[in-house]
């Protein structure tokens, strides 16, 4: 048995070493064989569980997909501001382990015809997700229903969150995705995400989202008089 | 003179060719030897001109940006929403010019230094130019004051309004970027930047909003049934 499972775990390994580098040096800047001379074994091992680098990307998407599903799931869930806030914490997190994609998606999609239409599909279900969000807010009294109805801030609230490590990286493209950036690029993700929604709170949810945004304006002012000193 | 001259024009020519096959295929997919040939010249002619091809996309993103100045100028004289609108939709027409950057906005910085703080610049002159048009139209009584101030709310517009051809290149590679489409990606753009705005509009104002991002519905809709047919 131990046998047949080792090629299982070399696959899941070189899985593992493909999206560390991806993510440090960004997808295009890592051949096949700078993977698989990190991991120490021969080109030709590693195109025996990968034929091509594509391979490797669609089977780190699927692994994406795998993670964000059940946080997408639980959209309907949330009743007022602070699960909101976890909910789009929990996705940012999903986001920065995949941060690769983020980095260069649309080059990723000119040259990866299989990953077109599933792209297509994930944009959709986080459109649906953030929907099922927003009107079970509203019908726990947490948000009031928007002037031009929930899907012009469903939308924007997909585009600020798919596009929110890519603007970091334009403002900042040597530090935006450092490890180390990790938990203040995911609280900058959430309360940039939940800000759009600052207008509806209710009354009950006005004090709790400022708290929290606020939270995040400190954190911001700190970095900035950190970078001036 | 007219001898004078004719460097500069060829000059200019290749930066028109350029723009052109860039917007078309992706700066990625286009060599200077490609556009040479499309224009009929020597690659040593081309070169003459641009030693590397990094000098056509840094003399390109020039023209944008002295395309874009006059715009974001501007700012400060909008004073209700029907302004509001043909700024935003002045804005996506300049980005339209040069797609090709926002097709690939992190992969080019990715491979050009230079590029690197000019674009940083140019993001900050986009979100100084989203907070004046904020606190004019407030100034105007057309907007009225956000629970969380107009910073989020001008970072947002700049997110939207930078990644929205992304987004729409996402959910339809072969099509979004089609010269084709540019009436109807710009509506969309100025629509989605602008219904940021809606919760804030006053009453006044809140009519006038929602016909002009009703307007864009309906072309949407009608989109949508043409794709179904």
Redesign the interface.
Known sequence: MATRKAPRRTAQRILESSLALFNRF?E??VSTNAIAADMGISPGNLYYHFPAKDDLVNALFLQYEQALQPILDAADAVTNVEDAWFFLHSLFEANWQYRFVF?????L??RNRHL?AR??EW?DALGRSMNALLSTMQSHRALLA???GWD??G??M???Q???L??E?????RKALEEDNAQNAALRSA??VL??L????TSGQ?AH??HL?DAYGVRQAEAQANAAA
């Open positions: 960004g295009p800047g980095r260069n998606l649309n080059e999609l000119s077109e792209v297509r944009m928007p002037p031009l012009t801030v939308t924007s997909v585009v600020v798919v596009y929110w890519s603007y990286y334009v403002r900042d493209p309360a940039h800000s759009l600052a207008p509806y709170a006005q989202l400022r945004i």
